[in-house]
């Protein structure tokens, strides 16, 4: 049983998408702090490097890896790499993501394709690079950034939602191929999180913090680091008997409530 002091990590190595920023920042920071070898992949070359800098200067193992992750070939490449210089991998946390607005009638075709291309196919190409790898070894993590917008109505994100919609089923049909290769695959849904993703969605910050004291019943938005918490219990030992799962991390969110 965890104790809250352990290395849940040590010997691990991990490879986290979108990690120079936000959420795959704050779980790479988690797996790395918890032991892990940890290899980031994110297009932003600046903050990557940034943020690499960081993890080693707190103690961190980690290289960084500037790519799009949807460039199939460079993905492949990445994982070839982190396998044959860093370690086996036993872990990935797929967080890369992009968020843009548009009614289902008003959506640019070109950003909708881009978001499915970023948003579901990129998670589709780093899951297919790293799972023949974990298969012969039939050992493995994978957990995968959704979004509550997959299981409910969003008005004007309509790309974004249905392709959170979509990593929530792919998650599924991972964990459906690989449960009998003792390979785990979830997802986690974040409700508001502080991060920069949401500036799209807001005017200034004073709409921010009225939609978000108005909509989520704890009343401020989640931290990257308490999404990371999660993904880190995902991806440990701790969560040996949970593969296929959906989990909400939202303030309540989505409860519901109605007074
Ligand atoms: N912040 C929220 O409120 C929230 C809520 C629900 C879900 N999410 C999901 O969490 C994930 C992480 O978001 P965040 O809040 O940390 O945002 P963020 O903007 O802080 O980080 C996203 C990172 O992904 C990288 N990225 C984007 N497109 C990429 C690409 N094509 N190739 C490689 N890297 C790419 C960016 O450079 C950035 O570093 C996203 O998938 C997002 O959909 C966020």
Do not use: H
Request: charged content about 20%; hydrophobic content about 45%; some cysteine.
């Amino acid at each position: 049983m965890f104790d809250g002091t352990a290395a849940r990590f040590e010997g691990v190595t991990a490879v986290v998408t979108g990690a120079a920023s936000g959420i795959g920042l704050a779980a790479a920071r988690r797996l790395a702090g918890e032991g892990a070898q940890v290899a980031l992949l994110d297009r932003d070359a600046t903050a990557l490097e940034a943020a690499c800098a960081d993890l080693s200067a707190s103690g961190g193992s980690c290289r960084g890896f500037a790519l799009d992750v949807t460039d199939e070939a460079a993905v492949e490449r990445s994982i070839d790499i982190v396998e044959s210089e860093i370690g086996a991998i036993g872990v990935l946390v797929s967080a890369a993501g992009v968020l843009e607005s548009g009614s289902v009638e008003g959506q640019d075709l070109s950003l909708w394709d881009r978001t499915m291309e970023i948003n579901l196919r990129g998670q589709l190409l780093i899951a297919r690079a790293v799972l023949p790898r974990m298969q012969s070894r039939k050992s493995g993590s994978i957990v995968m950034v959704s979004s509550v917008s997959a299981v409910v109505g969003d008005k004007g994100v309509s790309a974004y939602a249905v392709s959170k919609a979509g990593v929530a089923s792919l998650s599924k049909q991972i964990a459906a191929e690989n449960a009998a290769n003792g390979i785990r695959c979830n997802c986690v849904l974040p409700g508001w999180i502080n991060t920069p993703f949401n500036d799209v969605v807001f005017s200034s910050q004073k709409e921010r913090s009225e939609e978000v004291a108005r909509t989520v019943p704890m009343g401020r938005e989640g931290t990257p680091n308490e999404v990371a918490a999660l993904i880190a219990f995902l991806s440990s030992a701790e969560a040996s008997y949970v593969t296929g799962s959906e989990v909400l991390i939202d303030g309540g969110l989505l409860l519901g409530v109605l007074s």
